[in-house]
């Protein structure tokens, strides 16, 4: 039986603990490596970024461990051992991996861009294959993932294939203003120990082989084929190989959790795979935001136009003005104007000048067809409010059963659903508010108080 839910959060809990504001990139880290995946910390010195590194070791029992600082100075055998003298004597190139790289499970390198691209390009197949090449044999590596770090990202080709390797980039800042009470109360040694509920190799195969058995529905499917589209429009290229391990990472925050079929509130973890840096990832963090869990809902100012449009519609007829007819039928005219006070400027004779001072009165078929098509729009609204409120029910359930979830990525999914329910919410007190207007209209002599018929009217579409 794979690890359950339960013990993956003590194990969230015991790597979090001493550390201020980094929950979220402990577990985006952890997560990763249980996809098989590798993660880039992006921030400065002082940052605790090697000691999210080691904690993250701290969750799988007997995993060798392996770290080291690259330079422009660093040399082949710090990274993958020395060569073999036995082995040059006999004519083979190889080397010693015993303790090195190549024999590690989790492996910490910081500076990862400062090394030359000799090295670069032997990591490239280590990270993507988990395999090295040692003298005319490659060998399988046992690597569960690699934790980079950096302070920069330089922008050449050997250095932009390399960054591609890691899925996750998570930028670790310093310790807000918020959090620097805290940070300064903390006291000697900082790091954890041994964790009690540790994963075996066979918890993290178990694991794996049940997220290859979680589901993808559609509109999961065609909100990422969408986001893929805005990327692209945006400028940012993101490779059918990443997109592939998207969808792994995203299964197996799903198989943690014991679900069988990714959720659309699962791709809030997208920014973090996606895009290359904090505003890119802020950019894409705010489209996903405006579209997670609202389903079929239109958009807030796609209704408001189709309101607006009646609005101006009622605005118009009540400012309507008709010409006015006596009993007989006849235009009525000014008084003073069939008295002749008014005459040409140049002196010809008055001209009697029809008035315009009668409102425009309507039939009660006319206001029949406005309110039944406003009924028809508040019932559509009232719809959406319903499915928005369904919406945010499956959130509040999908987050208190997430053990990923990042707290600011939830407020800022909460704020955006509550926003529209008060959008929409408002919109149907405008709904209503024109619909008495239209009730209130003028009516024609002798149709005050009659019911009419029903009208036939096209339904409302948007």
């Known amino acids: 039986m794979e690890p359950s839910r339960a013990r993956l959060g003590g194990i969230i809990e015991h790597l979090e603990r001493g550390l201020v504001e980094r929950g979220c990139a402990v577990r985006l880290t952890l997560l990763g490596a249980l996809a098989g995946e590798h993660t880039l910390l992006v921030g400065p010195p002082g940052t605790a970024k090697s000691e999210l590194a080691r904690r993250v070791h701290r969750a799988f029992r007997d995993a060798r461990y392996f770290e080291r600082l690259l330079t422009r100075f660093t040399v082949p055998e710090e990274l993958f051992g020395p060569l073999s003298i036995r082995a040059l004597e006999e004519d083979r190139y190889e080397r010693h991996t015993a303790g090195f790289l190549p024999e590690a499970s989790i492996a910490f390198i910081d500076e990862v861009f400062k090394a030359n691209s000799a090295i670069l390009n032997a990591l490239l197949t280590l990270l993507n294959e988990r395999e090295f090449d040692n003298g005319a044999g490659r060998i399988r590596c046992p690597l569960i993932s690699v934790i980079g770090a950096t302070n920069e990202i330089p922008e050449d080709e050997v250095a932009e294939a390399f960054f591609d390797r890691f899925l996750l980039r998570v930028n670790v800042a310093p310790v807000s203003d918020d959090g620097f009470g805290e940070l300064i109360e903390l006291r000697g040694d900082c790091g954890v120990g ?3 509920d540790a994963l075996e190799e066979a918890d993290l195969r178990r694991l794996t082989a049940t997220a290859l058995k979680v589901g993808m529905p559609a509109a999961v499917v065609a909100l990422l084929a969408e986001l893929r589209v805005w990327l692209a429009a945006s400028g940012a290229w993101v ?7 998207i969808a792994g990472l995203l299964r197996m925050a799903c198989a943690s959790e014991g679900r069988s079929v990714v959720s659309v509130w699962d791709l809030w973890l997208l920014p973090w795979c996606v895009a290359a840096d904090r505003p ?9 935001t405006d579209r997670l869990g609202v389903g079929t809902v239109p958009s807030t100012p796609r209704l408001t136009r189709v309101v607006e449009a009646f609005e101006a519609q009622l605005e118009a007829e009540c400012n309507a003005n008709d010409l006015d007819y006596d009993e007989s039928g006849r235009l009525r005219f000014s008084p003073d104007l069939l008295a002749g006070e008014v005459a040409d400027t140049k002196g010809g004779a008055s001209a009697p000048r029809i008035t315009y001072a009668r409102k425009r009165r309507y039939g009660v078929r006319h206001i029949e067809a406005r309110t039944t098509q406003l009924d028809d729009l508040t019932r559509r609204i009232e719809g959406y409010a319903q499915e928005l409120a369904d919406c945010r029910a499956d959130f509040a359930s999908w987050r208190a059963g997430s053990l990923w979830l990042d707290a600011d990525a939830a407020l800022r999914i909460e704020a955006a659903l509550a926003g529209t329910a008060t959008g929409i919410d408002g919109l149907l007190e405008r709904v209503r508010i024109t ?4 009730e209130a209209l003028p009516r024609l002599d002798g149709e005050m108080g009659k019911v009419p ?3 036939p009217h096209e339904p409302l579409s948007f």
């Not at 890119?280 to 996903?288: G, I, P, R, S, V």
Request: glycine share 4%; aromatic share 12%; proline share 4%.
């Open 194 to 196: 041994e964790c009690a």
């Open 239 to 245: 490779s059918d190989r990443r997109w592939v391990k």
């Open 280 to 288: 890119a990832q802020q950019a894409a963090a705010d489209w996903l």
């Open 435 to 438: 619909r008495a207007g239209f």
């Open 453 to 455: 018929e029903p009208v």
